[in-house]
């Protein structure tokens, strides 16, 4: 399984960045998936996840009604919509996925390489 996150870059607080995040390998329409980050000098922690078929989406509290997380199958590919940026979503966020169709576990069994989102204030 190759996971492969893109769509990071530069931004000033209040605005916008979706990333992206293809997956080959072998099919993940039966997989859960979602994205991590990790801020510098913090651990790696959980940023919102989502079911095989999209039909139920996970959420950390700080992020909540910012940040949207969507997959389109046909295309083998993983979304994350990022709205209202703030300084504190900095971070290299990382796409995973899991061999459950619910939801990701804190370790998901497959990560890709990360890609850096930085919120300027």
């Known amino acids: 399984v190759q996971l492969q996150a893109s769509g990071g870059g530069l931004v000033q607080a209040g605005g916008s960045l979706r990333l992206s995040c293809a997956f080959s390998g072998r099919t993940l329409s039966n997989n859960a998936m979602g994205w991590f980050r990790q801020a510098p000098g913090k651990e790696r922690e959980f940023v919102a996840s989502?079911?095989?078929?999209?039909?139920?989406?996970t959420y950390v509290d700080s992020v909540k009604g910012r940040f949207r997380i969507s997959r389109d199958n046909a295309k083998n590919t993983l979304y994350l919509q990022m709205d209202s940026l703030k300084p504190e979503d900095t971070a290299i966020y990382y796409c995973v996925a899991d061999q459950y169709a619910a939801g990701v576990r804190p370790t998901p069994r497959y990560w890709g390489q990360g890609t850096q989102v930085t919120v300027s204030s």
């Open positions: 989502i079911s095989w078929n999209g039909g139920r989406t």
